[in-house]
């Protein structure tokens, strides 16, 4: 089994830094993608940021050039460095991890709990 904890979330000023972070434990398998998704309240679940295993990454519109998405491999951690925020970054962000299950090579995906972050003026 898979099991994401994720550490960082809380409550920031407009034009602030956070870090998030979330680790991923288990046995049994091959880690193909990492990354951060984020729902704000009446919206839908959006893509933050992702990185491959071979390190390229990708960004939503509304991050890029403010937010970098970076991992390490021992242990398995994916970071999410947020920069210059603002009050539209406001809300729940979920790790995200797709793996290569090494018992039946089936692709699995896993999702964290969630961490608030509240960004005010």
């Known amino acids: 089994q898979v099991q994401l904890v994720e550490s960082g979330g809380g409550s920031a000023q407009a034009g602030e830094s956070r870090t998030l972070s979330c680790s991923v434990s288990g046995s049994n398998f091959v880690i193909q993608v990492m990354g951060w998704y984020r729902q704000a309240p009446s919206k839908e679940r959006e893509l933050v940021a992702s990185i491959l295993t071979g390190g390229p990454t990708t960004y939503g519109d509304s991050v890029k050039d403010r937010f970098v998405v970076s991992k390490d491999d021992s242990p398995n951690t994916v970071n999410l460095q947020m920069s210059s925020l603002k009050t539209e970054d406001t809300a729940v962000y979920y790790c995200?991890?797709?793996?290569?299950?090494?018992?039946?090579?089936?692709?699995?995906?896993?999702w964290g709990k969630g961490t608030q972050v509240t960004v005010t003026l």
């Open positions: 995200h991890v797709q793996i290569t299950d090494l018992n039946s090579y089936l692709r699995r995906d896993y």
